[in-house]
Structures are given as structure tokens and as C-alpha cells.
């Protein structure tokens, strides 16, 4: 064996172990952060209050003393309504529409008016949609729309309130999604929305380290029965939308298949959010927040984990184990196969 060679290769792996070793002690000794035990004093902004996780944690912190701004859309709707009659004083109802830039700074105006002893503490980026479609069902609309809320409605909250939690060295909270890197059939927009966000949140987690400001991003699962966040909408909805072209490619037979089995994956879900708030609430409030909660079930999480490591050849070909996929292949194939006769 060449002795040059072998000598570079051992310097090689010393000194790549010699950097692992280092980020390794920095993750374990990282220098101490501040967390809130009370609650008192402290400011929380949450965006999309009027209903499911935002409504549920807005009502959570409150109970636990914060001061809490809670953005709703429609502050006049029955959720927003709900929300301020059930909780304290110390809730604030705001109108905000994350697409608005308007309505974003004037939000930061009414926070900094009543903005508590202690600052704002922490923004969850909370408001979102979500809707299932194939990729040639949708519309540029329909991305447009997807992201415009999800993704720059949160850019534009951050954008806004980051001077205020950077002087509290607070948090930033980002509420993603397991489609943020599980790639699935049907959920195209909604998937793009939230890469974007991970992305966005994960370069921001690197900045706002200089200054000692957390963040972390919730990646939930299937909570569909607990938010009412999915778009309750039929085949003969995602029919009507087609051009004739996509028609003739997708069966309205399949267009239903396709309905019914996402209807009732959303049925299996879980029936409350309360995983989904205790993560959001050890974010705001744990000293050593973690970068990223999978919510998931204890079923489930082995494969998750495994997911984003795995070759995109095998992770494509685990889709081919689900029936409804062999249905799609065969039932549009065979409406190829009766359009060249």
C-alpha cells in the first residue's frame, strides 16, 4: 500500500472526527438560555387564532399567565368570539391577515402599545390552510394562495416582529408539517408551502443564534380531526375544476377513488391537539427548546425518523405498497389504453 496514501487517509478521518467531535460538544454544552416558567410579563403572539391549534394554545397561555396576542382573521367570527369570552384579560384579540401587509403592522403597533414588562417573548407562526388536490388538478392559483398564507404570511409576520423578540431573546416558532419532507400523493401545494417554511425557519435559526434567540419548527401529523385545517371538498368539486384535456386523462371514477381515500385517511387521525400544544408550549417556554418536534404516533415514528435518510428511489417505491396507488396506476392506465382504441 502507497505510505502517502495511507497517511493522508488517516489524517483525513482524524480530522474529520476532530470537527465532529467539536460540533458535537458545542450541541451538548451549548451556553445556558433563558426559559419562562411563569408567565407572567411575558408576551406570546399567535397567528391564526380563530380556530384549531392557534385558538387551542392562545387559550393554553393564557391559563398560564401571558400575555397573549391572538391574530385572527375574522376578530368578529365565532371563534375569535369564543376565544375572548372564555379567556382573560390578558388575551388580546387582533385582526390579522398574514397576507396583508397593512394589517401585519398594524398588529405590531397594537403589540407594541400594550406590550407587557417583559417584552415579547415569542411569535408562533401558526396560520395556515390546507387543501389536497393531484399537482394537474391545481392551479397556479391554488399554489399561489397556498403559499401566499403559509409561507410568506409567516415570512412577513417574522419579518415584522423579530425586533421585538431579539430584544427579549425569545422565541420563533414555525408550524410545519410532516408533508414539509414526505413527499405524498395529493398534497402538492400544501407541500411546497411548507418546505419553503422549513427552509425559511432553518436559515433563520442560524441567524437569530447570534443573538440568542430560539427556533424551532412543529411538525405535525395527521391531526385533520382535531383542526378542521382540511378543505372538506367532493370528486364531483375537483371534476368541475378540470379542463377537458385532464379529463380525458383522469376518469371521473378515479377523481372520486381518490376523494374517498383521502376523506377517510383524514378520519384516522388523531382527535385532539394535545400533543401538538405541549410540543408549542416546551418551545416558548423550555430552555433547551428542540429545532424540530415530529408529532407523530408511536407507530408511525420509526419511519419518519427514517424518511428523510432514505435513498429517493426507495422512498418512491414505498408508495407502490399502498392499494390505492396500484388502483390509480391501473385504473388510469386503462383509460389510456380505451382512448388510443
Not at 108 to 124: C, I, N, S, T
Not at 163 to 169: E, G, I, N, S
Not at 173 to 179: A, G, T
Amino acid at each position: 500500500m502507497n505510505t502517502t496514501f495511507f497517511i493522508g487517509q488517516v489524517v483525513g478521518v482524524v480530522s474529520v472526527s476532530a470537527v465532529l467531535l467539536f460540533v458535537f460538544a458545542k450541541l451538548i454544552f451549548r451556553h445556558g438560555s433563558s426559559h419562562v416558567q411563569d408567565g407572567r410579563g411575558h408576551g406570546v403572539l399567535i397567528t391564526g387564532c380563530d380556530s384549531g391549534f392557534g385558538n387551542q394554545l392562545a387559550r393554553c397561555l393564557d391559563h398560564r399567565g401571558f400575555v397573549v396576542f391572538a391574530g385572527c382573521l375574522s376578530p368578529e367570527g365565532a371563534g375569535a368570539r369564543s376565544l375572548a369570552r372564555q379567556s382573560s384579560g390578558n388575551l388580546k384579540i387582533l385582526k390579522m391577515d398574514v397576507t396583508s401587509d397593512e394589517e401585519v403592522e398594524q398588529a405590531k403597533k397594537m403589540v407594541q402599545e400594550h406590550l407587557p414588562e417583559k417584552g415579547l417573548w415569542a411569535v408562533v407562526n401558526n396560520a395556515g390552510i390546507s387543501d389536497w388536490a393531484e399537482i394537474e388538478w391545481s392551479t397556479i392559483k391554488d399554489f399561489r394562495n397556498m403559499v401566499d398564507i403559509n409561507l410568506f404570511g409567516s415570512i412577513r409576520t417574522s419579518v415584522a416582529f423579530l425586533p421585538l423578540v431579539r430584544a427579549t431573546k425569545g422565541r420563533m416558532v414555525y408550524m410545519s408539517s410532516i408533508f414539509s419532507f414526505f413527499n405524498c400523493l395529493n398534497m402538492g401545494a400544501y407541500s411546497v408551502s411548507k418546505r419553503g417554511l422549513e427552509a425559511f425557519a432553518d436559515c433563520l435559526r442560524v441567524e437569530m443564534a447570534s443573538f440568542g434567540v430560539k427556533v424551532s419548527i412543529i411538525q405535525p401529523g395527521n391531526f385533520g380531526r382535531a383542526t378542521n385545517i382540511v378543505k372538506v371538498k367532493t370528486g364531483f368539486d375537483v371534476w368541475e375544476k378540470l379542463d377537458d384535456d385532464r379529463k380525458q386523462i383522469f376518469n371521473r371514477q378515479y377523481v372520486e377513488l381518490a376523494s374517498e381515500y383521502f376523506q377517510s385517511s383524514c378520519r384516522t387521525g388523531f382527535q385532539n391537539a394535545d400533543m401538538v400544544i405541549h410540543a408549542t408550549l416546551h418551545a416558548i417556554t423550555a430552555a433547551q427548546p428542540k429545532y424540530r418536534y415530529l408529532l407523530v404516533s408511536a407507530l408511525d415514528m420509526f419511519f419518519f425518523r427514517l424518511f428523510p435518510f432514505l435513498p429517493t428511489a426507495l422512498t418512491d417505491a414505498v408508495f407502490s405498497l399502498s392499494s390505492m396507488y396500484g388502483k390509480r396506476k391501473e385504473m388510469l392506465y386503462a383509460k389510456q389504453e380505451f382512448s388510443k382504441k
